[in-house]
């Protein structure tokens, strides 16, 4: 394919959003185009190509993506370049997002590809600080927003995403242990193990199954599976006419 330049009037006038972490902190920026709310944990790669295998990877399955590379989207995308069928983040946190590329062999634009499956992006984002203050602080859960809604309805629902606690049983602790190390690496594959068994299959479910405050017990199923058990967590309060109200 062509290398593609698109009407660049199209783009100058693009509107704003912002990302606003759990903390209360928020990062000003641009929409790409592709309008509305999105939620997830904050976290950051620092590769300086092969972003489109970053986006479908499924290790970072329901993650908002901060890329500290200067520049997204400036080859364009290849339908064979990816670690999965879709894309996994939640969504995009960019400097710089180039809606024209240079590459012959790309089958389409970034922008193109992202729009099809509504991914939610904020460029024009001071993503250094940003990831600098995600090392200083830790990471949390932010929330993304290109469509105009309020800062105090974004800091409500943010605060109204989830409150979970995770125990994991001794059978869990002691097959990842022994998983996640090598003789030669160490306890480097210990991460991926976390991701491809605790992280990614949890998240899917507490997205699907809309779970918010809950305690969840991991144990390892009869085939070596781990099995999540999801006890809902419930507050009562006490109603000025003395009735008492149980709610999640």
């Known amino acids: 394919m062509q290398p593609q330049q698109h009407n660049a009037m199209k783009y100058n006038n693009r509107s704003k959003a912002v990302l606003l972490l759990k903390d209360g902190t928020i990062f000003h920026g641009k929409s790409i185009g592709i309008e509305g709310v999105t939620f ?3 976290a950051f790669n620092t590769g300086t190509t092969g ?5 479908t990877d499924p290790s970072y399955f329901g993650q908002i993506m901060v890329t500290t590379n200067a520049h997204i989207g400036n080859y364009g995308v290849n339908e064979k370049e990816v670690e999965s069928d879709s894309v996994k983040i939640s969504g995009l946190v960019c400097k710089n997002f180039s809606f024209n590329y240079s590459r012959e062999d790309a089958t389409e634009s970034l922008f193109d590809y992202l729009s099809k499956q509504n991914l939610i992006v904020i460029s024009d984002v001071d993503t ?5 203050y995600i090392r200083d602080n830790g990471a949390m859960n932010a929330v993304i927003c290109t469509d105009g809604t309020s800062v105090e309805e974004l800091k409500k629902q943010l605060s109204d995403k989830h409150n979970i606690t995770l125990n994991l049983s001794e059978p869990v602790v002691e097959y990842l242990a ?7 690496m160490g306890a480097r594959p210990l991460a991926r193990k976390i991701d491809e068994l605790i992280r990614v299959p949890l998240s899917k479910k507490i997205l699907f199954e809309r779970i918010k405050s809950s305690t969840i017990n991991v144990n390892v199923g009869t085939e070596d599976e781990f099995v999540f058990d999801v006890q809902q967590k419930l507050t009562a309060e006490v109603g000025e006419d003395g009735i008492i109200k149980v709610s999640q």
């Open 178 to 184: 022994e998983q996640g190390y090598d003789k030669k």
């Open 128 to 132: 250094r600080a940003l990831v600098s």
């Open 51 to 55: 972003y489109q295998e970053i986006f």
């Open 40 to 42: 997830g944990e904050v």
